[in-house]
């Protein structure tokens, strides 16, 4: 599969405006991550990436191809949605069994190893999983459907810790063996950041950020030190993210790296680290 190219998208839902005029160009065999706050049009765009929904305006093609009722292109994706639409009654091995009648290169030994591996019983139905195995159920049947785009709507919803960094390890062991492209929509920034090539970040509807993690990072910085003297650094300086526990205060400074003032800092005694995904990104949403 080629790029995933976002062309002028909007969603109109009545007189809401869920996305506006959005433009992505998605290179492929890259693991995005699709931040926003609630409602800033996040799931919307993937149930247009999907033909779930119709655009208002705009296209999206991949491989060229648009995705409107094209069941060549549409074979070679799965999307992992926040709501359970599986048959309650069913029992999982049985699911595990017909994904693979629509996805054919699904992978059910995998599937089955990846279960024993999370604790996860496939002879129970839909309906008796917890929150934390639903989610766990869905993303193993999306890893072992072998698409060559997946796409994950809060992925880790109800999970715990452990089983967190369970799946986020074998999320990029799938992708190093058979690289794809993989979007992650969440809004556990700081733990999905370690994972992270490229973010995008939505804001009512609108497109504010599409670019590599690192790039990101690079246009922000923290300080660390003695309150008072933070306070001297970061006069007349955007910032956010202020910590303070005793006298020891942390700031996020919102300028380029290339712009530290590491004499100033030196002469007052503070230290400098790199910025935090989740700090800008709450900078960049408010």
Not at 109 to 125: M, P, Q, V
Not at 238 to 245: A, L, P
Request: charged share 25%; net charge neutral.
């Amino acid at each position: 599969m080629k790029t995933i190219e976002i062309k002028g998208v909007s969603k109109y839902y009545r007189d809401i405006k869920a996305l506006d005029n959005v433009s992505i160009t998605i290179e492929r065999n890259k693991i995005y991550g699709l931040l926003g706050r609630n409602g800033a049009g996040k799931t919307t765009l993937l149930n247009l990436m999907t033909n779930r929904v119709f655009p208002t305006g705009g296209e999206i093609r991949i491989d060229g191809e648009s995705v409107l009722e094209n069941d060549r292109v549409l074979r070679n994706m799965f999307y992992m949605t926040e709501k359970n639409l599986y048959p309650e009654s069913e029992k999982l091995k049985s699911i595990f069994k017909w994904t693979g009648q629509f996805y054919p290169m699904f992978d059910i030994e995998y599937a089955r190893g990846l279960a024993e591996k999370f604790g996860l019983n496939i002879n129970k139905k839909v309906k008796g999983l917890s929150t934390g195995y639903s989610s766990i159920f869905k993303a193993i049947i999306a890893l072992a459907s072998n698409a060559d785009i997946l796409l994950f709507d809060e992925p880790v919803l109800g999970l715990d810790a452990n089983h967190r960094d369970m799946l986020y390890k074998e999320l990029l062991e799938s992708y190093n063996q058979s690289p794809k492209t993989i979007i992650i929509s969440t809004h556990l920034i700081e733990e999905v950041a370690q994972v992270l090539e490229e973010v995008i970040i939505i804001r009512e509807g609108k497109l504010i950020a599409n670019q590599p993690v690192e790039d990101l990072l690079s246009c922000a910085y923290t300080v660390t030190g003695e309150a008072s003297r933070v306070d001297r650094y970061i006069e007349g300086k955007k910032h956010t993210g202020s910590q303070v526990i005793g006298n020891i205060k942390s700031v996020t400074v919102l300028e380029s790296i290339q712009n530290k003032n590491k004499a100033l800092a030196k002469e007052l005694g503070l230290d400098f680290s790199k910025a935090e995904l989740q700090k800008l990104f709450i900078s960049l949403t408010n």
